[in-house]
């Protein structure tokens, strides 16, 4: 699943993505960032992992105060962002 994750300036320095890779069990591919250490930023993520370990996982990244948009489910023709 292609996501946007969207990061409030006092998120952009915590370690968000290899949370959701080392306690959710799921692998990612990070397809385009920017990130601003003063504004803020956001990243554009590819993640695959059983269905349950993602939505827990992006659960839990909402509740951090990362803001999620879904792009894409399957992976064809969602190299364009």
Known sequence: ???????????????VIWHLSHYYRLK?????ASIDVEKGGYTVV???????DLNNGL???QEQGV??????????NEWAI
């Open 28 to 32: 990612f591919s990070i397809r385009y």
């Open 67 to 76: 803001e999620i948009s879904a792009l894409g489910i399957n992976g064809a």
């Open 1 to 15: 699943m292609r996501v946007q994750l969207n990061f409030a300036l006092d998120r952009v320095k915590e370690p």
């Open 46 to 52: 590819d993640f695959s992992g059983e269905r349950e």
């Open 59 to 61: 659960a839990w990244a």
